[in-house]
């Protein structure tokens, strides 16, 4: 394997960072508790910066332009020109005193999929949600605590899902046509292997192999998903590592969100990384496609 190289990229200090996606030559995440939007040029470090007036759990990009958001109200669109925001769906609402929205991706053929997460850590009150190119949301996983990682193979017919708590990688049969999902199955648990730290933020490189970064464990690491095999493990400067996403002109630049832990005095927490050398390649990410 070959040597890799680690360093920040962009100025911003995020209290939590998460949530990145490389659209149109940016990276665009969410610091979470810092309630902003960040898009990023990593090329010359620019950045700009959208205060949300909420706890912001993920975005992506939609097809007339514009993000669509998931966070404390729901799940919404948000022009970056007005600062309009508007609500789509808010299917906890009853619940926001002790839930918000988490991370959440577009599968292969536009549809909006995001979770909630239990920020009182009650078991199995959360869930995954899939918002469809008519606007209509519909629950999808029930029964989660922290949902987090999602992304789905080349061929749009596997699911790969992280709730967190439980420490497993899961795989769903997946059907593009529908969006339908079947029973899941376990990739890794990541327990088995011995890891304390859990698995957070996830994404795929062209090969199909699975990127996870590990909350509390200062690290990314690379599995098989047919095996479960670790193929590789990059450690960071710091031990809150949140999500990945592939990125660059070349999609071979993998870049880390971070955050800030409670009590360490870590001098590059909360910064995004990026790191070179990996001898792999991302795939491209999908935008919302619906109206």
């Avoid at 993920?58 to 097809?63: A, K």
């Avoid at 029964?143 to 061929?155: D, H, L, Q």
């Avoid at 749009?156 to 593009?176: G, Q, R, S, W």
């Avoid at 400067?237 to 971070?258: I, K, W, Y």
């Amino acid at each position: 394997m070959s040597e890799v190289k680690i360093q920040p990229v962009g100025s911003r200090v995020s209290q939590w960072g998460e949530g990145p996606i490389f659209w149109n030559e940016h990276l665009i995440y969410v610091d979470i508790e810092g309630h902003a939007l960040v898009c990023l040029n990593p090329e010359n470090g620019k950045e700009e910066t959208w205060g949300m007036g909420e706890r912001i759990g993920t975005v992506v990009p939609m097809q007339n332009g514009g993000f669509l958001c998931a966070g404390d109200s729901g799940i919404y669109s948000f022009d970056p020109q007005t600062g309009q925001k508007k609500n789509l769906a808010d299917p906890e609402a009853g619940k926001r005193s002790d839930n918000r929205f988490n991370d959440g991706k577009c599968d292969p053929s536009g549809r909006f999929w995001a979770g909630t997460i239990s920020t009182v850590k009650k078991t199995g009150d959360a869930s995954l949600y899939m918002l469809d190119l008519e606007g209509n949301l519909s629950l999808k996983v029930p029964g989660v605590t922290n949902s987090n990682g999602i992304c789905w193979n080349a061929e749009a017919t596997v699911m790969y899902y992280i709730d967190t708590p439980t420490k497993k990688l899961l795989a769903y049969p997946f059907e593009n046509q529908s969006g339908e999902i079947g029973e899941p199955s376990l990739v890794v648990d990541t327990n088995e292997i011995g890891y304390e730290s859990s698995p957070d933020g996830m994404t795929i490189d062209s090969v199909g192999n699975l990127w996870v970064a590990f909350c509390h464990g200062g690290c990314v690491v690379c599995f098989d998903p047919h095996s479960g095999e670790q193929i590789r493990k990059v450690d960071l400067p710091c031990v809150e590592t949140t999500a990945c996403a592939f990125g660059g002109p070349n999609l071979d630049r993998l870049f880390v969100t971070s955050g800030i832990h409670k009590s360490l005095k870590e001098p590059e927490a909360g910064r995004v990384f990026v790191i070179d050398g990996l001898d792999a390649q991302g795939v491209p990410a999908s935008c919302y496609l619906g109206q």
